[in-house]
């Protein structure tokens, strides 16, 4: 009897469909995992009544200054990693959300390589970037960056691709969507970043070049740089992988927290709290937030694979959909998923680290998009975004009907309003922002209105 038949008939012909797709043996490993981990009570969830706070974790700003050589020689052998499988659908985008602008002809690609550029010549390191693309991202990204010729690595590829798995009904059969059969495929989250690294050759690829430690942050985190006291600290402590945390705020009751379960470091996200837990919320209990720019030594990896092919061990995250995301009339699946940061719950030696916001500012919405457009940050030449704001970032809302999405937020603001010294703007209604409007202290303006040129709010 196959191992897929000692999991479940029910299971059987999702991991058929999955292998008869060309999927190589660590993918079916993992898939098998998250398949066994569904089958479970409780799949997926984590109460809040079994985890308890985290004690005071360690600080980047107590974290020594390494001497050049060090700061050399430990940011020789790190890669610098962006998740770039994202199409910005929630903002109405068709493309890479990485090629949105965020200032005057700069995109996030543009600032990142900015970024690794001017590390390099700072440190004289390699440093390669190496970006997880989706089959949708790919193309434009490696186009948009050979503007950048001195960016490409001579023996490291300057991508890999994220995995895939079958969309899955409720009774375990994998979803069938004759219409568009793309469809019936999703992403394994992106805790499926440590197989696909095995299965594209990179993990082998980056380890035979001498690169030994992995950063890793989303791409639409601009705040997500290379800081050569982590990685110095991880060199110097033997750290196998860490995470960057904020403060909570309540700006962050809905991102996944830090806690202890049965005295190991868990990270608990939305998706994984049982229904009646209102415990998720409270930032002030919760007090370490995930940021994901995540740390790893690819040699533990490496080890951590050899004994496990799906390794690491992630929790599940069951995400329920319809089948089609613009019909909710099409059949609901379920979305087998796992969060990178949450291995820190399984490897040994796993650390976390706070770190202050200015590296964590991602551009999730439009209202996002406004802050980092604005005067509120200023982009120098090394491609770091430097706040302009006294304290914390103006906080902004902008009314989902007409500014959700991209086209009618650029209708409707295509000049950045002023908010270095704004503390929130709140926009109801349809409101059109003319030039050089200035925002300061907390601003609510209701709509239908037009800003005029210049007007002071």
């Known amino acids: 009897m196959s191992s897929d038949a000692h999991l479940s008939d029910r299971f059987a012909e999702t991991l058929s469909k999955m292998r008869s797709a060309g999927a190589h043996a660590m993918e079916l490993a993992a898939l098998r995992r998250r398949l066994e981990q569904l089958s479970e009570p409780g799949a997926g969830e984590l109460p809040g009544n079994e985890l308890e706070p985290l004690d005071d974790i360690s600080r980047l700003v107590d974290l020594p200054e390494p001497d050049d050589a060090e700061a050399r020689r430990v940011l020789d052998r790190t890669a610098v990693l962006k998740l770039n499988g994202g199409l910005g659908t929630s903002m109405g985008l ?21 970024q690794v550029l001017s590390t390099r010549a700072k440190y004289k390191a390699r440093l390669p970037l190496i970006l997880m693309n989706s089959a949708g ?33 409720a009774d375990g059969k994998p979803a069938e969507w004759p219409a568009n059969p793309e469809l019936e495929w999703c992403p394994p989250g992106h805790g499926d970043i440590y197989v696909a690294l095995a299965v594209s050759g990179m993990l082998e690829t980056l380890l035979a070049e001498g690169i030994r430690w992995c950063f890793v942050s989303n791409a639409d985190n601009l705040g997500a740089l290379p800081d050569a006291r982590i990685a110095a600290w991880l060199a110097s402590e033997d750290i196998p992988f860490a995470m960057e945390t904020v403060l909570g705020t309540a700006a962050d009751r809905k991102g996944g927290h830090l806690a202890r379960r049965a005295g190991r470091i868990v990270l608990r996200e939305s998706a994984q709290v049982p229904d009646g837990d209102d415990s998720f919320g409270d930032v002030a209990k919760w ?19 050899d004994a496990d092919p799906a390794a690491p061990l992630l929790p599940l995250i069951v995400n329920r959909k319809t089948v089609d995301p613009a019909d909710a009339a099409s059949t609901p699946v379920i979305q087998l998923e796992t969060a990178m940061g949450a291995a820190i719950g399984s490897v040994e030696g ?23 457009r604005s005067d509120a940050y200023v982009l120098d030449d090394s491609g770091e975004m430097i706040p302009e704001f ?40 349809d409101v059109t922002f003319g030039k050089n409007v200035v925002a300061r202290g907390d601003v609510k303006i209701t709509g239908p ?7 002071v709010l």
């Open 350 to 372: 796993a650390r976390a680290i706070e770190i202050p916001r200015t590296r964590f500012a991602p551009v999730k919405t439009t209202d996002d998009l406004l802050v980092v």
């Open 137 to 169: 991202t790919r193309e434009p990204s490696l186009e948009s960056l050979k503007k950048y010729p001195d960016l490409a690595d001579d023996v490291i590829p300057a991508d890999f691709l994220q995995g895939r798995e079958p969309k899955i009904t």
């Open 94 to 114: 068709t493309g890479p959300k990485s090629l949105l602008e965020i200032k005057p002809g700069k995109t996030f690609l543009d600032v990142i390589a900015m």
């Open 287 to 305: 007090r370490f937030f995930n940021t994901n720019n995540i740390w790893f030594d690819l040699e533990r990896l490496k080890s951590l694979q």
């Open 390 to 429: 006294t304290t914390t970032p103006p906080v902004v809302s902008l009314s989902k009907e007409f500014y959700k999405l991209l086209p009618d937020f650029d209708a409707r603001i295509p000049s950045a309003p002023s908010l270095k010294e704004c503390t929130s703007l709140e926009v109801d209604g």
């Open 449 to 455: 209105k037009t800003i005029p040129d210049g007007e």
